[in-house]
């Protein structure tokens, strides 16, 4: 039992229970499903998680936890606008191609069916998130002193679009790297949005 | 019952169905909850689609017909590189945001349980109109004659994340018009992907 406990098994649950909503569609997994795969009874399952709801909104709730983790607390410790900004896009795009961390990730993207209040609680932090890309669009593009063309707000959407898209094509074994995605949207971005 | 054949069904209930889907899940929406907000008996929709799978492929093979005929066919009577492309970008965009047709347009990017063989399908369109891109891209490239530091792959991964990506956040009533969009991811994509 101590052992269990040490080997988070909330984490565990996230990520199987992730897998199979992708696999086979998050109604059609029930929590059987879930407690099957993990070789945990039900009652062993419900101990962790009330329903499958409370899961869904975990996961959401974790992906979100791992990219302020991953991106936004290590790009706050950067100095310079322009720096911080090229750390955070090579940060988002680690995290979107990060194998361990990809079930859980994608799930963000997916309109399942939460139930209101959970879903504008989810919402509330990806809009977060995109506020604080779009501040630092807006620093990186007062420092250059350069008129863009191109507002923070749509520079912001542009971005997240380029880098949240590349879960429905990257291929871990294709042709393009995740270090060549990072410099050629880095690139991209740079010359495209900030002038 | 002609009247009814005039009014192209097929194409309503996959409109119906796709927003059912949305609204509620793909695993939660039954024929059942199809045919009673089509107002239809179960055997009139079963007259139309044979299952569920069948609705869900139609509406996704629907949502490449729109791309095809809307984006593709139009930009190919084009003359010159470079506005086949800022046309491509334009009606792109104008597909995602088309009131009428995002229900249908959205099921392509979320990831539905498909029967393998349909799922083949479905992805050989997607992946056919990123190699069209990716040629127009390549394109415009050579014509500029400018070494880019972006190939052509890169830059059209990029492009469709962008614009794919506006379901998620855009709202009609919001700041940023569809023209603006246009504008502005047009500014981005040239200057950032042609170098």
């Known amino acids: 039992m101590l052992r269990e406990a040490t080997i988070e098994p909330r984490q565990e649950i996230l990520r199987t229970a992730a897998r199979l909503f992708q696999q086979q569609g998050y109604d059609a997994t029930s929590m059987n499903d879930v407690a099957a795969a993990l070789k945990l009874s039900k009652g062993g399952l419900y101990h962790h998680f009330q329903s499958k709801d409370e899961i869904l909104f975990d996961i ?9 983790e991953r991106v936004i607390n290590v790009v706050r ?43 504008r609680k989810i919402n509330g932090r990806k809009k977060d998130y995109l506020v604080f890309v779009e501040n630092l669009i807006a620093d990186v593009q007062r420092k250059r002193n350069s008129p863009s063309s191109v507002t923070p707000r749509a520079a912001a959407f ?14 871990p074994d294709g042709p393009l790297t995740g270090e060549a995605i990072v410099r050629q949207y880095t690139d991209i971005f740079f010359r495209g949005a900030l002038g």
């Open 77 to 119: 410790r950067i100095d310079g606008a322009e720096e911080r900004l090229r750390t955070l896009i090579r940060l988002h795009i680690q995290v979107v191609l990060s194998p361990e961390d990809r079930e859980i990730t994608v799930m963000l993207h997916e309109n399942h069916p939460l139930p209101p209040a959970l879903r």
């Open 60 to 68: 959401m709730s974790h992906a979100m936890d791992i990219t302020e």
């Open 158 to 171: 542009a971005l997240a679009g380029m880098i949240n898209w590349i879960y429905q094509w990257y291929k």
